[in-house]
C-alpha cells in the first residue's frame, strides 16, 4: 500500500488505497464494492492521482451535487453541475481552467453532449450520433451505478459509450455490476473498452450467456472462470463484512440535492426572515413568547416544504439504491411523503402513526424475514424507539429531526445488536433550505441534546435552542 503517493485531504482506508492503486494500474475498471465502503473516494483518488483533468462525471440526478462536493472536499479542484445556466459556457469553463470536474446526470446526456442523431426513426446506433467535439477535452470518465447502462441499446448507453470512446482513464462504479445475468456485463465492458479482453462479445455470449427460456442450462465455459478473468483484468470487489475492521461501527453521508418548489419555498423562507428580524428587535417579554409560537410553525411548514421539493431526488436515490440489491430504512415525518413513496414503491412496508401495533410488528417481521421486502419507510416518531431493523445497515434520512438525540434514535433501528454491518447513515439534504441550518444545528447541540424538552409535534421548544435556530437561520440567509 506504500506504493501510493496521492494528493487527497483524506487518509483512505487500507482497501480504499488498494482500490485506487488497482485503478491506476488498469485504468479502464469496474470497482464493484458494496454500498458505503467509498467508491466515490477511490475513483476520486485514481483521477486525482493520475491528473487525467479535466474528468466527466456521470451519475444519477440525485447524487449529482454531492459529486460536485466530494471532489471539493478530498481535493483542491472545482467541480461544476452541468444545467442550464451553463448549457452555452461549460466547455469553455472547462477549457480555461475554472473548472477541472464535469457532472451530469445520465438524463441530460443528449442535452449537453450531442449535436444531431441521424436516423430516421427512434431506433439509432452510437454511428448516428453526432457528439459535440469539445467532449474531448475530458481526460477520464467517471460512470456511477453503471448497471444503469446495462441495456446495449438504450439511449443513455449508447451515448455512455460514445463519450468514452479514446479514454484513457474510465472508471465505473456498481455495488450490482450484474444485476440479473451475465448479459448485464456486455454494454459496461464495451464501454471501458474491455470485451475484447473477454474474445469479443460474440465469444463473451458463447462462453458465458444462456437461453434465458431454459432455466437449467449451463454455461459453456463455467461463471467462475468469468469471475476469475474480470477480477484479473478490470474488477475491484470488496464486501462490507471483509474490511469490518477498518470501518467505524457508523458512518454518515450527507447528499445535497436541489428541490423543485424553490420559488414557491424562498418566498416562505424570506417572509420568515423578515418576521424573525422584528422577533429579534421586540423587547415585549408577552408578545415575543407569542411571536415565537407562530414562528415556530412558521419554521414546521419551511421544513416541510423543503421536504416536499425533494421527494423526486429521494425517490431517484432510493431507485438508485434498491438496484444493489440490499435493503433500506427510510425514515421521514409527513403522511403525504409516506404516500408518495408507497405509490412509487408499493411493495415497501411501513411503520408509521397511522398503523395500527399489529401492523407495524407485521411490517418489521417482512422486512427483517423476507428477502423480498426491500424497503421500510419509517415515521421518525413512531418508529424512532423500541424497534430492531438489523436486515439492513443502510439508513436514509428524507426528512430531518429537530434534535441530535432523535437522531441518533431513528439510526440505531439498525445500529444495535445482531447488527454485524458498519451502518452507514444517508442525510437527503436540499441545497440553500433550512436543512442544512437544522443539520447544523443538531450536530453543534449534540452534548446538550438529553436536556432540550419537545412539544407534542416534536419540534423543540427549548428557548436557548430556539434562538440558536433564529441566529443559524438569518445568518444563513443573509
Known amino acids: 500500500?506504500?506504493?501510493?503517493?496521492?494528493?487527497?485531504?483524506?487518509?483512505?482506508?487500507?482497501?480504499?488505497?488498494?482500490?485506487?492503486v488497482y485503478g491506476l494500474e488498469h485504468r479502464r475498471l469496474i470497482i464493484g464494492d458494496e454500498p458505503g465502503l467509498g467508491k466515490t473516494l477511490q475513483s476520486i483518488g485514481i483521477v486525482d492521482t493520475a491528473n487525467a483533468y479535466p474528468c466527466l462525471v456521470i451519475c444519477p440526478s440525485s447524487l449529482k451535487i454531492n459529486w460536485q462536493r466530494e471532489f471539493e472536499k478530498f481535493t483542491d479542484k472545482s467541480a461544476v453541475v452541468l444545467d442550464n445556466a451553463v448549457r452555452t459556457t461549460w466547455n469553455y469553463l472547462l477549457s480555461m481552467g475554472v473548472h477541472q470536474v464535469a457532472v451530469v446526470n445520465y438524463e441530460s446526456l443528449r442535452k449537453y453532449f450531442v449535436w444531431d442523431i441521424k436516423a430516421e426513426s427512434k431506433l439509432f446506433r452510437l454511428k448516428d450520433v453526432v457528439f459535440c467535439p469539445q467532449i474531448q477535452m475530458f481526460k477520464s470518465i467517471i460512470i456511477d451505478e453503471s448497471h444503469r447502462v446495462k441495456d446495449p441499446s438504450a439511449q443513455q448507453t449508447i451515448f455512455t459509450k460514445g463519450l468514452s470512446v479514446g479514454k484513457e482513464w474510465i472508471i465505473l462504479l456498481s455495488g450490482t455490476p450484474v444485476v440479473n445475468r451475465p448479459e448485464d456485463l456486455i454494454a459496461q465492458l464495451s464501454i471501458m473498452n474491455r470485451l475484447n479482453d473477454f474474445g469479443g462479445r460474440g465469444k463473451f455470449i458463447a462462453d458465458y450467456c444462456t437461453d434465458p427460456k431454459d432455466k437449467d442450462a449451463e454455461p459453456a465455459v463455467p461463471l467462475s472462470e468469468l469471475s476469475r478473468q474480470l477480477y484479473d483484468t478490470c474488477m475491484i470487489r470488496r464486501e462490507?463484512?471483509?474490511?469490518?475492521?477498518?470501518?467505524?461501527?457508523?458512518?454518515?453521508?450527507?447528499?445535497?440535492?436541489?428541490?423543485?418548489?424553490?420559488?414557491?419555498?424562498n418566498l416562505a423562507?424570506?417572509?420568515?426572515?423578515?418576521?424573525?428580524?422584528?422577533?429579534?428587535?421586540?423587547?415585549?417579554?408577552?408578545?415575543?413568547?407569542?411571536?415565537?409560537m407562530e414562528a415556530l410553525v412558521r419554521f414546521m411548514t419551511l421544513r416541510s416544504l423543503a421536504t416536499k421539493g425533494k421527494i423526486a431526488q429521494a425517490v431517484d436515490f432510493i431507485k438508485t439504491f434498491l438496484d444493489s440489491g440490499k435493503k433500506l430504512i427510510v425514515f421521514c415525518?409527513?403522511?403525504?411523503?409516506?404516500?408518495?413513496?408507497?405509490?412509487?414503491?408499493?411493495?415497501?412496508?411501513?411503520?408509521?402513526?397511522?398503523?395500527?401495533?399489529?401492523?407495524?410488528?407485521?411490517?418489521?417481521?417482512?422486512?427483517?424475514?423476507?428477502?423480498?421486502?426491500?424497503?421500510?419507510?419509517?415515521?421518525?416518531?413512531?418508529a424512532g424507539v423500541g424497534l430492531t431493523l438489523t436486515a439492513s445497515s443502510n439508513?436514509?434520512?428524507?426528512?430531518?429531526?429537530?434534535?441530535?438525540?432523535?437522531?441518533?434514535?431513528?439510526?440505531?433501528?439498525?445500529?444495535?445488536?445482531?447488527?454485524?454491518d458498519n451502518v452507514t447513515c444517508y442525510y437527503l439534504?436540499?441545497?440553500?433550505?433550512?436543512?442544512?441550518?437544522?443539520?447544523?444545528?443538531?450536530?453543534?447541540k449534540k452534548s446538550i441534546a438529553s436536556e432540550i424538552m419537545n412539544s407534542d409535534d416534536d419540534i423543540p421548544t427549548d428557548e436557548m435552542y430556539f434562538n440558536e435556530l433564529v441566529k443559524s437561520f438569518l445568518t444563513a440567509s443573509g
Open 1 to 20: 500500500m506504500n506504493r501510493l503517493k496521492h494528493h487527497l485531504r483524506v487518509e483512505p482506508y487500507d482497501y480504499q488505497r488498494e482500490g485506487i
Open 240 to 265: 462490507k463484512a471483509k474490511v469490518l475492521p477498518q470501518l467505524p461501527d457508523k458512518t454518515r453521508v450527507d447528499l445535497y440535492v436541489d428541490i423543485s418548489n424553490s420559488a414557491e419555498y
Open 269 to 292: 423562507a424570506s417572509d420568515l426572515a423578515t418576521y424573525l428580524q422584528e422577533y429579534t428587535e421586540c423587547t415585549d417579554w408577552e408578545i415575543r413568547r407569542k411571536m415565537r
Open 333 to 382: 415525518s409527513l403522511h403525504e411523503i409516506v404516500d408518495e413513496l408507497q405509490r412509487v414503491f408499493p411493495k415497501a412496508v411501513t411503520v408509521t402513526g397511522r398503523d395500527s401495533a399489529i401492523n407495524k410488528q407485521a411490517s418489521v417481521d417482512a422486512f427483517q424475514n423476507n428477502p423480498n421486502v426491500q424497503l421500510i419507510i419509517c415515521s421518525i416518531k413512531a
Open 395 to 420: 439508513v436514509a434520512f428524507i426528512e430531518l429531526a429537530w434534535t441530535y438525540a432523535d437522531c441518533c434514535q431513528c439510526e440505531d433501528r439498525a445500529h444495535r445488536i445482531g447488527q454485524k
Open 429 to 444: 439534504l436540499g441545497r440553500g433550505t433550512i436543512d442544512h441550518t437544522i443539520y447544523s444545528l443538531i450536530h453543534r
